[in-house]
């Protein structure tokens, strides 16, 4: 099974809320990667978890946490919401290989912050 | 910084003419880059249609073709003759390997008409 899963698949939050973003695999891979995917831009990487150590992108530091609870799963977390923050979010996970393996996506969660 | 730069879409083509999707990349910090096309079909969450790891080299999938050339920092995705279900996103990335590591250009809308 190459299928990483996401929920919600859509998720509606107010200003100032907080937002939790869930994602699964089963494939055992060590590595979990976040993209904030905006209309007309390129899917940006915000952060990922390489076994349990997170790394995250130095414009997007403050922005956004996340936790690795064990090896199949992954949230991103947004402590308060901005209108800035609507946008498609996608996880995606990998092995980490020398030849650098493929990333698999899940299909997404549409956040709309109103 | 590191970026991919690709054809702007939407880009209309009639089934079975040719298609060039342009992709040009700057790696400033990743010593040996890697090419990727990720393609989104409908309904779906991105996945992978090629790769390439070595300069020089060609990726195929699908009827579809790119080459690493290093000299002119570019990776054009080709494909001699298209068809209706090739409509879809295609996405240009940059990879480094050493937590596979993806960098996206923003994508080019390809609609093939019947």
């Known amino acids: 099974d190459t299928t990483v899963k996401q929920n919600p698949r859509y998720k509606l939050a107010r200003v100032g809320k907080p937002v939790n973003l869930i994602c699964s695999q089963t494939?055992?891979?060590?590595?979990m990667y976040w993209y904030q995917k905006k209309p007309n831009q390129a899917p940006k990487l915000l952060l990922f978890?390489?076994?349990?150590?997170?790394?995250r992108e130095a414009d997007t530091f403050e922005k956004f946490q996340s936790s690795r609870p064990n090896n199949s799963f992954c949230s991103l977390y947004i402590g308060s919401a901005g209108l800035e923050y609507s946008a498609m979010y996608l996880c995606?996970?990998?092995?980490?290989?020398?030849?650098?393996?493929?990333?698999?996506f899940g299909p997404g969660t549409r956040l709309l912050v109103l | 910084g590191d970026s991919v730069t690709q054809t702007e879409g939407p880009v209309t083509v009639s089934e079975s003419e040719s298609l060039i999707i342009n992709c040009t990349y700057s790696a400033t910090s990743i010593a040996y880059p890697n090419l990727f096309w990720y393609v989104r079909y409908p309904g779906e969450g991105l996945q992978l249609l090629l790769k390439?790891?070595?300069?020089?080299q060609k990726g195929s999938s699908r009827g579809f073709e790119a080459t690493y050339n290093k000299e002119t920092t570019s990776f054009h995705l080709q494909k001699a003759s298209v068809q209706e279900s090739d409509s879809a996103v295609y996405y240009c990335a940059l990879g480094e390997s050493n937590y596979n590591v993806l960098y996206f250009g923003s994508g080019t809308k390809l609609t093939v008409e019947p």
């Open positions: 390439v790891i070595t300069a020089g």
């Open positions: 978890y390489y076994d349990k150590i997170l790394n």
């Open positions: 494939m055992n891979h060590d590595t």
């Open positions: 995606a996970s990998s092995k980490r290989t020398i030849n650098q393996d493929t990333q698999y």
